[in-house]
């Protein structure tokens, strides 16, 4: 059974930074790319970052850009998101996925783990 484990989550003031991590186990798990997607109350889940393990590409979504970093290991299935200069708009649970050929079609979702920003 695979599964991707999250953590680091956690309250931190605006501007702050914090570092999430994402593990994944299990004997079947394999992925082309890994990334993170937030969703925050009211809305709908969206995408963060992802990092395509081939190219070694990463992608970010315009409001992050310049503050958060995607980085991982592909051979340990692991995959983390630092988070710099924190704003209360980026309160939202983080959710680790992972896919096997398109970010429109994930095949592994992690459970969550919640940040939560204060002005």
């Known amino acids: 059974q695979v599964q991707l484990v999250e953590s680091g989550g956690g309250l931190v003031q605006a501007g702050g930074s914090l570092r999430l991590s994402c593990a994944a186990s299990?004997?079947?798990?394999?992925?082309?790319?890994m990334g993170w997607f937030r969703q925050a109350p009211g809305k709908e889940r969206e995408f963060v970052a992802g990092i395509n393990w081939s190219r070694g590409n990463t992608y970010y979504a315009d409001s992050v850009k310049g503050r958060f970093t995607i980085s991982g290991d592909n051979a340990k299935n692991t995959v983390y998101l630092q988070m710099n200069s924190l704003k209360p708009e980026d309160t939202a649970v983080y959710y680790c996925?992972?896919?096997?050929?398109?970010?429109?079609?994930?095949?592994?979702w992690g459970q969550g783990t919640q940040v939560a920003v204060s002005s």
């Open positions: 996925a992972a896919h096997t050929s398109t970010w429109q079609s994930i095949d592994y």
């Open positions: 299990g004997r079947t798990f394999s992925s082309v790319a």
